[in-house]
Each structure stands twice: as C-alpha cells, then as structure tokens.
C-alpha cells in the first residue's frame, strides 16, 4: 500500500471512529472492548498491592486490565468452583505465558489467561492471586454469569450482483466469519462496508476483505468460506450493519445486521486458542495425515506430518477416477515459509517441474485461480499443521476438481521439497496405494498420534569430479537424484527428483581449460509435447537453470554460452535416455555411490543423439553451469581454468568407460573413488 493511499484510508478510519463516538456516547479512552466485566480486585490483607479489573473472553480465558502486582510476596493465580478463595480448593491457573511458577512483579499491565483444560466458566465461582497462605486479592463471578459467546446472524440479504452467502458469524468483537460467499466480482467500487446508520448507507467506511485489503474492489467469490476483520479500534458495538457496498453507484449489493444485543468475545492475540479439531481424519502414511469437515458448500482441511524444514505436504483429488493418478490431480500443497503456513492450489498438468503452463503449477501460473482460504497453521513437537478450506465447487473449470460428498474419490497426496523459487519440486514420499475418501461420510476419525521422531541421518556421497585433460567428450543423460545422500548434499538445493548423469556420474563437477574443444553428446528428450522427459541441456552463468521459465528482465541478466540459437532456442536435446531402479529407490540404504549405481539400469527410447562442441574462451567466467533449458536444479558446476589444476581428485575416461559398463549391468567395479 503506498503511503498516500494508508493515508487517505487512515483519514476515513479515524472520520468513521469519531463518527461512532459521537453517535454512541463514548470517549476515546472507551472504545477499546475488553470483553464482559467480572469485577475489580479488592485487597483485603493489604499485601503486595494487588489491583486491576477482571473480564470474561469467553468460556476458558480471562482479561485482566490495569494488573498490578509488586512481587513481594510469592503468589499464584488461581480459580475455584467452592464459595470462597481457598488454596487447597482451587486450581492453578498459568500466567500470560504459559507458566505456573511464582508470579513476578507487574505494573498497570494488561494479561489474557486461560484456564487450565477441563476448567470453564461454567463452574468457576472466583479468581485470586493466592499467597502462599493467604488471599491477596479476588473477584467473585456472579451467580448465572452469562460469559461472552460467537453469535449467529444470519446470511446475507440477497440483494444485487449475486451476493448470497451462508451463515455469518461474529467470532469475537472484530472479526466476521462468512460462509459459502458468492458475489459476481462486476460492481466496480465494491467493498465490504460498515457503519452507524440505521440501514447501508454512504455514511460508511471500508472494511478490508479476506486478503487484508482495502485499496482494491472485492473480487468475484464463488463460494469461499472467509474472515475479515474491522479496521483501528472498530467493533462490532460501534456497528449497526455491515454490507458489500458499491461508493460509485451508492448501491448496497447486500448486507447482515448487528443484533443489540449482543455477548461476543473481545480479539484477544496474547493467548492463542487452539482450532476445533476435525471431524474426520484419515491416515495417508506413518508420516503424514488429513483431516476434514464438510462445512456446507465448503470443505475445511489439516494436513498434519512430520516433515522437514522446507518440505511440502500435498493433497487433493486424483487425476483420473477410477484410479490414483497423478496427472490431471487436483492439490493443495501446504508448507511453511519462514515463519508462515502457507496452502497454494495446484494442478498437475504434467509429471515433471512447472514450466510455462505445463507440469507441476500452482493454479493462477496456468490460468486458474487460487481457490484457498482461512490458511493457519502451527507446528509443535515435531509435527506440522496447515488448515485450510476451499469450496467443493469452485467454479474454476481450469484446474480444478468438483468434490462429490457422497462419492468414494480417489485421492493423490505427497511429501517433497519447495524450492527456492516457492515452487513445489518432485515428491521424496508418496505411497502407490489406491487411497480414496467420501467426504460426506458419518464423521470418523481414524488416525493414532504421529511420532515426531525423525528419519536416522545419511551420510552424503562426495562430490564427483571430472577433469577435462582426460575426457573431452561428454554424454548427458536423466537419472535420479540420489535422495538424502546426492543431488540434495551435493548442492544444498532441492531436486525435482531427477537429474543430470554425465558420462555415468550424477551432477558431476567439470573442470575444462580454456581453448579446448569438448562435445556434449546430449540424450534428455526431443518431444517438448511431453514436459517430463524433454530436457534440452544449455550452458550458463546461471545456478539454477530453466532459461523457458525467466521473465524478460530475467534473461537479461544472465549469459548462455551453448545450447541455445540466436533465437533464444534450445539446439541439444536429442532421444530420451534414463537411469531408473526397476525395484525402486536404493539411496538410503546404499553407503556409496558404486553400491548405489550398481542398483540402476539405463533404458533408452529409439532416435538420435543430440550433439554439441563448446571451446570455452578468454570471456567465459571461471565458473559456469550445466541446466535444463525447461526445467530448474538439474545440472551443477563447471568451472572453467587457464592451467588445470594439480592434484585435484578426478574420474579418468577409463573409470568413467567401467562406470557406464556398470550402469548397464554389465560387470561390478570396485576401484572407483568412493
């Protein structure tokens, strides 16, 4: 947001607030909402100067207000269901962080507990600061306390552009849940919108939408589930409605009305309450789970495993249906970025990394829309939740399934790396097994705890090297990456889960002189009507690769040596030929890269080699990098010298000559440098 539009905003904000105060009565000093009055302390012993006044946030936390305490007596927070403050009676109740040892000093300060599990309002007769055998101070809660509830108000009038909605709820004093949206995203000055009035009128002020945003008209909403929250020190007692309201035209598309009556809870942010579980939840691996509630017209979901830092969980719809298929798959891929939960919808249009508006791409890089909402997480001994919900029908036709409640789906679900573009690279964990859900089913949860221990450590192989004194002519074919122990610890990035082999050897390190003559025999795939096995290999200062997928400013940063036309277009690709394990990925259990190769067959399609000849020079940097023209993180380093350098550790062309023999299943070598 630019300076002069907050401006503009906190101009109209601070207009509404003095409109409101005006209005209602109410001083500057009184807008804040604490939630409902408990009472203050007295201090009936007179010891350790105990005050502050007592609210009720709902049913399990309390909001004490000016507290202050000066420390010289050891004391506690409790609370009892008995007719007065007793230390036997009562129970411990933990201070603003969470801990139960003696309080410290506190002067005028502003506390949210909550009440230990199993102990509410209900039954909580008093709260105290308890000396170690005295009272310090107490309020009584009053008999048939009607503590601070969410509160139903009903769905949106129907009224203009297709608004209708679910039922709205007021989550606390600031926020609105609403349910099933539906607005046709045509009013061309629509926001959310609040005000005093006794009906929508102009006499109003924006509300942000779902996305925190107040500068851009509401999008179209095809049935999404959403928060919003009012703006400055705003509640919902200073509001008499709140609409989706058109400044230009002065049009109300629709809008709900505040009860007078109402008992919410304050927003509160310094005790985080934990999310209803789920109803529902199903166990995909020993890794990873799901959970679900059919809400409606929507689905609300959390993706609960133990992964890694920077690995993704993904789940969705299977591709095909009568089988799990990951082409034409439907997901959500859900991970942490920083310190962000983040829930990105995806749609698979092909088994390889997302390239233009093929493979593995979140929905809005291929003309589809981002469909996620009410994306929260937390992670906690080990383990990592993300919560989300998206509609069952989205509408979007592009890339995106309909969810049948009363169908039995097949559903496709991973775990892998992001990488660092924020992209999702190839799944590490997935298992073959047909697994398919009825959403609407009678709710059954059917998961045992997941442990938060993680996988054994690995120890990585060593970087290979090849010298160019000894080998000039090069073949460059896919394999995999080598899981824990390759691709990923030999360049500390992540791995779509293929790469390039050179001459046998995965991701080797080159070291070529300049002026020398070296060709690049290249087999990656010829056919770029199948993303996944066309691989054209180019030449660049670039260390991450993929030239198709850089924007224009990106290419003009960045130099190609081979490979590539002068029209910007690859000229090495040639027949596809892979490394693959018939039975399956060994790289765990194999301690060296000769165990690990000896596991692996080559299998090429029928046409020709590709071919190249590069003679670095004197303007080619010392170091540059082999990459896929389509795709990111599949080659490594070249580095590029005047005089080779001595004693360094290199594969000869007759190690390299076993090592392409061994591949190829044809003898064992036991001489490699491991």
Not at 130 to 137: D, E, P
Not at 590 to 601: D, G, K, N
Request: hydrophobic content about 35%; charged content about 20%.
């Amino acid at each position: 947001m630019s300076s002069r539009s907050f401006s503009h905003e906190h101009v109209a904000v601070s207009l509404a607030l003095a409109l409101i105060m005006m209005l209602t009565g109410r001083s500057e000093a009184q807008t804040q909402y604490y939630g409902k009055l408990i009472g203050s302390f007295p201090s009936p012993a007179g010891q350790g100067g105990v005050a502050g006044t007592v609210y009720a946030v709902d049913s399990n936390r309390l909001q004490i207000v000016g507290f202050s305490f000066d420390g010289s007596v050891t004391a506690q927070f409790r609370a009892g269901s008995t007719g007065s403050p007793s230390g036997n009676g009562g129970v411990l109740v933990p201070n603003e962080q969470g801990g139960t040892g003696p309080l410290g000093a506190y002067n005028n300060k502003k506390l949210v507990l909550a009440l230990p599990e199993g102990t509410t309002l209900d039954t909580v007769r008093w709260f105290a600061v308890w000396g170690q055998n005295s009272n310090l101070g107490h309020v009584t809660v009053p008999d048939n306390f009607d503590y601070p509830r969410q509160r139903n108000i009903g769905e949106f009038e129907r009224r203009q552009h297709q608004v209708r909605s679910g039922d709205v709820t007021i989550l606390n004093a600031k926020q609105f849940y609403i349910r099933n949206l539906h607005y046709d995203g045509l009013g061309p000055d629509a926001f959310f919108w609040a005000g005093q009035t006794d009906s929508p009128s102009s006499s109003g002020f924006k509300v942000p939408d779902h996305r925190g945003s107040s500068d851009e008209k509401l999008p179209r909403y095809t049935g999404q589930t959403i928060t919003i929250v009012l703006p400055g020190d705003v509640t919902v007692y200073d509001i008499k409605w709140l609409s989706m309201w058109c400044i230009l035209f002065r049009a109300n598309f629709g809008e709900v009305f505040i009860p007078t009556d109402l008992n919410v809870p304050p927003m509160v942010e310094d005790v985080p309450v934990p999310p209803m579980p789920l109803m529902n939840c199903e166990e995909l691996h020993r890794d990873m789970q799901v959970s679900w509630t059919l809400a409606g017209d929507n689905l609300d979901v959390e993706l609960a495993g133990r992964v890694e830092d920077g690995d993704y969980m993904a789940f969705g719809i299977s591709g095909c249906n009568d089988r799990v298929c990951m082409v034409g798959s439907d997901v959500t891929v859900a991970w942490y970025d920083g310190d962000t939960p983040r829930a990105v919808d995806y749609t698979l249009k092909a088994y390889s990394q997302c390239s233009g508006t093929s493979g593995v791409c979140p929905d809005d890089r291929v003309g589809g829309a981002d469909n996620n909402v009410n994306i929260t997480g937390r992670q906690v001994n080990g383990i990592t939740r993300i919560r989300y919900s998206r509609p069952i029908n989205t509408g979007d036709t592009t890339s995106d399934k309909v969810i049948d409640p009363s169908q039995n789906m097949y559903i496709s679900w991973a775990i892998g790396p992001i990488n660092p573009s924020g992209v999702a690279a190839k799944h590490h964990t997935r298992v073959e097994d047909q697994v398919r859900i009825t959403f609407g089913r009678q709710a059954s949860d059917m998961c045992e705890m997941i442990s938060s221990a993680m996988p054994a450590p690995v120890t990585p192989w060593p970087t290979r090297k090849i010298k160019g004194d000894q080998v000039t002519n090069f073949t460059v074919r896919i394999g995999p990456t080598g899981g824990r122990r390759g691709f990923e610890a030999i360049t500390g990035l992540p791995s779509w889960g293929i790469a390039y082999w050179l001459n046998g050897l995965l991701i080797p390190e080159l070291e070529l002189k300049r002026g020398w003559n070296y060709t690049f025999i290249v087999e990656g795939g010829d056919n770029p009507a199948t993303p996944e096995r066309y691989h054209p290999f180019y030449i660049t200062d670039d260390p991450i690769g993929g030239y198709t997928q850089k924007t224009p400013a990106e290419k003009q940063q960045i130099n190609v040596f081979a490979g590539v036309d002068e029209r910007g277009m690859p000229t090495a690709a040639g027949r596809y030929c892979e490394y693959n394990n018939p039975n399956g990925d060994a790289s765990e259990t194999s301690e060296t890269f000769a165990e690990y190769a000896r596991t692996l067959q080559v299998d090429c399609r029928p046409g020709q080699s590709a071919q190249f000849t590069w003679t670095p020079d004197d303007n080619t940097p010392d170091l540059v990098y082999y990459h896929c023209f389509t795709h990111q993180y599949l080659g490594w380093k070249i580095h590029v010298v005047d005089q080779f350098t001595s004693g360094a550790v290199g594969v000869s062309a007759g190690t390299l000559t076993v090592m392409g023999a061994l591949i190829a299943g044809a003898l064992l070598l036991s001489y490699i440098d491991v």
